[in-house]
């Protein structure tokens, strides 16, 4: 059994940065891509950004050049730093391995003043 913990998310202000982590328990970590989805109130869950196991990453448009996704294999941990928040940005961010049916419970950030 996986489980998938993500945190670091809040209330911030346009412009603004926040880093989520995402923990995850069990030895099959390090072999799997990863993911971080989101998912607006009303809106279908969409894809941020992956990195493959070996560390290629790949973005959704809206956030290129603002998101940075990251992981250490030792520590089970994935991250997302997010910078340059806009309002459009607000939603209850997940991280999942890609491809088993995992996903963390959510964390919720929001965008505003």
């Known amino acids: 059994q996986v489980q998938l913990v993500e945190s670091g998310g809040g209330l911030v202000q346009p412009g603004g940065s926040l880093r989520l982590s995402c923990v995850a328990s069990?030895?099959?970590?390090?072999?799997?891509?990863m993911g971080w989805y989101r998912q607006a109130p009303g809106k279908q869950r969409d894809l941020v950004a992956t990195?493959?196991?070996?560390?290629?990453?790949n973005y959704a448009d809206s956030v290129k050049g603002r998101f940075t996704i990251s992981r250490e294999n030792a520590k089970n941990l994935m991250y997302l730093q997010m910078n340059s928040l806009r309002p459009e940005d607000t939603a209850v961010y997940y991280c999942?391995?890609?491809?088993?049916?995992?996903w963390g419970q959510g964390t919720q950030v929001t965008v505003g003043l």
């Open positions: 999942t391995l890609l491809g088993t049916g995992y």
């Open positions: 990195i493959t196991s070996n560390g290629v990453t």
């Open positions: 069990g030895r099959i970590f390090r072999i799997y891509a």
